[in-house]
């Protein structure tokens, strides 16, 4: 039998701590992005770092919160996302693994 997780995702995310860069590491070509039906980077990202705005058109990217998984570079079915670490010291700094 498989043990249940200690804590929730969302108790395990509010013990990182960042030292957020001042330039986003998070590059996105839109040029996809309105063509993208399922636009999965607005659900994939486990700290919801992108928000789709239907009326501009347009996504905006939260750099500030990621956890540098790389599941949003993994969902663009356009390979429109590339992800370019931030420096060391710099962005999420896990605690607890
Ligand atoms: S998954 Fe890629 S193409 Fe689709 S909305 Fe997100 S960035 Fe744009
Ligand atoms: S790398 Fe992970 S945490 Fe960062 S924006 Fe992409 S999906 Fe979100």
Redesign the pocket.
């Known amino acids: 039998m498989v043990n249940p997780p200690s804590r929730k995702i969302d108790e395990r995310l509010y013990v990182n701590r960042y030292n957020v860069h001042s330039e986003n590491h998070l590059h ?3 040029s ?11 659900f ?1 990202c486990p700290v919801d770092d ?1 928000v ?1 705005d239907p009326e501009l058109k347009r ?1 905006t990217v939260f750099y500030e919160g990621c956890v540098e998984c790389g599941a ?1 570079v993994v ?7 590339a992800l370019d670490y931030p420096p060391a010291g710099r962005g999420v700094n896990f605690r607890f693994g």
């Open positions: 996105v070509d839109q996809k992005c309105q063509e993208c039906r399922d636009k999965p980077c607005t994939s992108y789709w996504l949003c969902v663009c079915p356009y390979h429109k996302i």
